[in-house]
């Protein structure tokens, strides 16, 4: 059995980038049973799926419509090809998706993609559906940390969950109990007798909410309880919770209020025991951005999109805060008229027109960057990265900027390519962008700059590229 490597752990922008991989995943519709999604655990080696795959593709021949025949092959043939640069999946395993997409007028597109997913997979799956089946990356997605959380006095109570960055209530109750009376004598101490027996009867009704809550959910990794008062901590005291929830309970918290502002007053309280919580580190670090903000000298903070690239271009930026829900495109365009310019838009319909001359642009797809984790096992004999990786993602990501200037029917083949080594690296995060310099009906060039993490230089390439049509592209 091969050795098996350690699980690895997605960063907080790896799985940003994950997310944002997996819309454009579930966006894809096929015609049919089309749309071809493999998982392959850590465990499994390659040849082993890749022998699965051909009798799945002997199977698929018998496939009654022969559109949907032909995009299932095509769509297990290039899995097969893609996997033939791994012996044994990564840490995490693979997942792929591959087959051909609608897009209107009775087309179809191809599109593959293969990811390694944010968490180890647990079993081989192949399926054949008209989209992709994504359900087990949402669960490796799912926010981990669970709190319980409770706000509590003796006129009303909410119990709620705290899921990561995201706080979800779950029932609010009112508890009716009197504040004060205006009687004397026997009749005062009969009422305090009655109205300390309608507060242990909340009392009571909010501790089998929260067991029936809390209970069965076994993610969850701790009770925060809050409220003013002392009204909290007798709840906490007296036996209200189940004694498998007190084994919890991470403490008690003063807050003002006891409906669902509360819980974002007892999340802020007791940051120091969720100082670890993304949620904790992220009102960190927009705290500060504030209080930079609101220095007289305006600090050393930058907003918007025009200061933070500025920022960005100069080397000048500690930290960078991006909002997970933004949804922009940044695309190069050109008008008929030859002005080029680079704009972000929030979809390619939105557009505006050149500002020089007023014409409607169109996209240049001429930048299409990929990105390449470098690690030990990537190194010489030096301990410096192999300038074969740096050929290869630059190769890569040069063919991909001239594919993208085909029109069907036609491939292309790579006629001469050039690379100059202009700094050694060992394990970062490697960006490859080609960029087609000049196109021809048959011959084009193509140049590609990669660069690090820190947006430094590492080697610059440049490819002669040849298109191939008919008879030379076939069974290419």
């Known amino acids: 059995m091969p050795e098996q490597q350690a699980a690895t752990k997605m960063s907080s922008m790896d799985k940003y980038r994950f997310r944002r991989a997996l819309e454009e995943i579930e966006q894809a519709e096929g015609r049919g049973t089309e749309l071809v999604s493999v998982y392959v655990p850590p465990d499994r080696p390659v040849f082993d799926v890749t022998n699965y795959l051909r009798g799945e593709y002997s199977q698929s021949s018998n496939i009654k419509s022969a559109s949907t025949r032909k995009h299932v092959m095509q769509a297990i043939e290039s899995i097969i090809n893609r996997l033939k640069q791994w012996r044994m999946p990564p840490p995490n395993g693979l997942v792929c998706f591959v087959g051909h997409k609608d897009v209107g007028a009775d087309q179809t597109q191809m599109i593959a993609y293969v990811l390694e997913p944010p968490e180890a997979v647990a079993s081989f799956l192949y399926r054949c559906d008209s989209r992709f089946y994504t359900e087990p990356l949402h669960e490796m997605l799912a926010e981990k940390d669970v709190y319980g959380l409770i706000v509590i006095d003796r006129k009303e109570a909410t ?159 500690d930290t960078l805060l991006v909002s997970e829900g933004l949804r922009k495109l940044r695309l190069r365009v050109r008008c008929a008229n030859g002005h080029e310019d680079v704009r972000t838009v929030a979809d390619e319909a939105t557009l505006p027109k050149c500002p020089a001359c007023g014409e409607d642009p169109t996209i240049t797809p001429t930048w299409l960057p990929i990105e390449f984790e470098a690690t030990e096992r990537h190194t010489n004999p030096m301990g410096t990265l192999h300038g074969g990786v740096l050929c290869d993602i630059a190769d890569a990501a040069m063919g991909m900027a001239y594919a993208s200037t085909l029109e069907d029917g036609e491939t292309f083949t790579t006629l001469e390519l050039k690379i100059n080594f202009l700094k050694p690296v060992r394990k970062t995060r490697l960006r490859a962008a080609g960029k087609l310099v000049k196109g021809g009906r048959t011959i084009g060039l193509v140049e590609c700059d990669v660069t690090d993490e820190t947006q430094a230089l590492v080697a610059r390439a440049s490819s002669t590229c040849m298109t191939l049509r008919s008879e030379q592209g076939r069974n290419r």
Not at 258 to 283: H, I, P, Q, S, Y
């Open 159 to 317: 119990v709620g969950l705290l899921r990561g960055k995201r706080i979800e209530a779950l029932k609010n109750m009112e508890s009716r109990v009197p504040s004060k009376h205006s009687m004397g004598g026997q009749s005062a101490r009969r009422f305090e007798r009655l109205i300390e027996q309608a507060a242990h009867e909340f009392y009571k009704k909010v501790g089998d909410v929260v067991t029936e809550g809390f209970l069965n959910r076994r993610e969850i990794k701790g009770i925060l309880i809050g409220g003013p008062g002392y009204t909290k901590d007798y709840f906490l005291k007296e036996g209200y919770l189940h004694h498998e929830l007190l084994k919890k309970v991470l403490g008690t918290f003063d807050t003002g209020y006891t409906n669902e502002n509360g819980f974002r007053e007892l999340v802020e309280n007791a940051r120091e025991v969720l100082r670890d919580l993304d949620l904790m580190r992220e009102k960190g670090l927009v705290q500060h951005l504030m209080e930079e903000i609101r220095k007289e000298d305006g600090g050393l903070a930058a907003y918007g999109e025009g200061q933070v690239r500025r920022a960005l271009e100069l080397g000048a930026v």
